[in-house]
């Protein structure tokens, strides 16, 4: 993937889990207003509009958990789905144990 994020922006590539009760009925990801996890593909330079910069708290890689209502969702040339939001809708990090 070729998109270089602008501003405080952050591209994720959600990690796709089941849904699945124990008795192997599959629930929808439209059912639950959970927040998502993803992995960090791309992360803008830290700038605002006013030319202001600010630390980008993510890094490529990282695992993070973000809520969908922030995000915009898209597909690449690969047709991969990807998110992109400001760094600030990212709820948390997860850190490696």
Do not use: H
Request: glycine share 8%; proline share 4%.
């Amino acid at each position: 993937m070729n998109l270089k994020p602008l501003f405080d922006r952050v591209v994720l590539k959600p990690i796709v889990k089941e849904n699945k009760t124990k008795s192997g009925i599959l629930i929808p990801d439209t059912v639950g207003d959970e927040p998502l996890v993803a992995e960090v593909v791309a992360v803008g330079t830290g700038d605002d509009f006013e030319g202001k910069k600010q630390e980008m708290s993510v890094k490529v890689k990282n695992k993070v958990l973000y809520n969908k209502y922030g995000a915009m969702t898209f597909k690449c040339d690969n047709n991969e789905e990807y998110v992109i939001l400001r760094q600030s809708d990212i709820l948390g990090i997860f850190e490696e144990e």
